[in-house]
């Protein structure tokens, strides 16, 4: 194979007449697949793109590829000091790009020995969740949430359901109070979608987060902040805050787009839907396919070369910046010649990233997403769309592909929840009073009813 012509920055020269593509802007967002693409075709496994600000990169297309950058940190760094653009200034503070590539004291922004004592600590104090317990949580908000709109006869599932659960289970599993989950989704959604008052956002969560470092420093309890606190590590308060900021935001903003991705094909294609309520296709098997599909992050930024290397034909320079290229990834035609065809109990997707800094609550957001939406059709089985499929819209930014809203109608209902729903010793608390402390919300009533799998009860319609 004959060596592509590169720049002087070393970047490979794109063929004549076809310049470097923009992973942002109007093109990238209104079809972001048929980009990937374009770029495979015109560029193979690896391409040559521009992100904000026309900063160059390279997009990692094939799944060999992205598994080869994701397991071979000595190849491809995560630290983003790396950056040679960060390093020449041309990131400056209130670059786009900032928030998500400045370096910070987190685990994913480290390689070697400092890598595996931060995520050693994520990872032991994640696994010691019960999954029971977890699940009965997830029943427990989800239920809730539907009670809020079981007597209308409509919802909207992306702002009524999809995004509060993730948060409001989070925000349980981290300590916080219940009545934290709303304004925390509201401030995840603005500091996600880097919008003016985002600066304002992350504020708000530092001070909340700061404040319940402070109090299970005084008062422990079995939950995720605790266990980091009292990890042998001995980690910083900073590392803590920071820590629990990642997880609270990834868990929000993958497992929220997984449940409306989940739910919009099962509204969407018949054929989907009557795999599931035929037992051909289990929920967890539906996810799977979700997750090949559609994976809640498209692209994850990113790595950072290491030394001068080569990656699928083309010449990485020290310093460049590459971003793996998940829902790429996960088409690539060298694994998956016919995309249609289904990939049931297939768990190689790149989904949750891949090598030492693959996602380490990927089964918490599994667990949310299986067990809160059996909620959500077990209570409402008639869900049907509300408009005309053709009219759904997603917002697009770099790294994720979001349904804005998900508006359906079903045959309204009297609020029905089992009083076993709630979390064993999972009694409601308001937040402390001070600066940032959000409104306590509306308690939700909860009564019993009779639950059976959604599908049993379609049949039985």
């Not at 987060?209 to 606190?229: C, H, I, N």
């Not at 790294?399 to 089992?418: I, Y």
């Not at 019993?448 to 009860?457: F, L």
Request: hydrophobic share 40%.
């Amino acid at each position: 194979m004959s060596t592509p012509p590169t720049d002087q920055q070393g970047f490979a020269a794109p063929p004549p007449g076809c310049p470097a593509h923009r992973l942002y802007g109007p093109e990238a967002e209104a079809d972001p697949t048929g980009l990937y693409e374009k770029l495979r075709a015109e560029h193979g496994a690896v391409a040559p793109v521009l992100v904000q600000g026309d900063l160059p990169a390279w997009l990692v297309l094939g799944h060999r590829e992205n598994l080869d950058v994701a397991r071979t940190p000595s190849r491809f760094s995560r630290d983003p000091r790396r950056w040679r653009d960060m390093q020449e200034g041309n990131v400056p503070p209130d670059h786009p790009l900032t928030p998500v590539a400045a370096w910070q004291p987190v685990c994913n922004f480290q390689d070697g020995p400092e890598h595996e004592r931060l995520r050693g600590a994520v990872t032991e104090s994640l696994e010691r969740f019960d999954r029971r317990g977890v699940r009965r949580y997830v029943t427990r908000f989800a239920n809730q949430l539907i009670d809020a709109f079981a007597e209308t006869g409509r919802a909207d599932l992306v702002r009524d359901f999809a995004e509060p659960l993730p948060m409001l289970v989070m925000t349980q599993l981290v300590g916080m109070p219940d009545s934290y989950g709303p304004r925390l989704v509201e401030a995840a959604r603005d500091m996600i979608k880097g919008t003016e008052t985002a600066v304002s956002s992350n504020a708000y969560v530092t001070e909340a987060l700061q404040q319940l470092v402070e109090r299970k420093r005084a008062a422990p309890g079995r939950d995720f902040t605790s266990w980091l606190l009292e990890h042998s590590t001995s980690l910083t308060e900073a590392e803590i805050i920071e820590h629990l900021r990642l997880v609270l935001i990834a868990a929000f903003e993958t497992t929220a787009n997984l449940i409306a991705n989940t739910l919009r094909l099962v509204l969407t294609d018949r054929r989907f839907r009557a795999n599931l309520s035929g037992g051909h296709m289990t929920l967890p098997d539906a996810l799977e396919q979700v997750l090949w599909d559609e994976p809640p992050l498209t692209t994850i930024l990113g790595r950072w070369a290491t030394g001068d290397t080569e990656l699928g034909g083309q010449r990485i320079k020290a310093g460049d910046m590459l971003l793996l290229g998940l829902a790429a990834g996960n088409a690539d035609p060298e694994i998956r010649p016919d995309p249609t065809l289904p990939v049931h109990g297939n768990r190689s997707h790149l989904a949750f990233s891949g090598g030492p800094h693959e996602c380490p609550g990927q089964d918490i957001g599994r667990a949310i997403a299986d067990t809160g939406i059996d909620a959500l059709l077990s209570r409402l089985p008639d869900l049907e769309l509300a408009v005309h499929e053709g009219e759904l819209h997603w917002d697009a930014s770099l790294m994720s592909r979001h349904l804005v809203a998900l508006p359906v109608t079903f045959t309204p209902r009297g609020n029905a929840v089992t009083a076993s729903s709630r979390a064993p010793g999972a009694a409601r608390t308001q937040p402390p009073s001070g600066a940032g402390a959000p409104p306590a919300p509306a308690l939700l009533h909860e009564v019993r009813t009779v639950r059976r799998s959604w599908w049993a009860r379609l049949l039985g319609r």
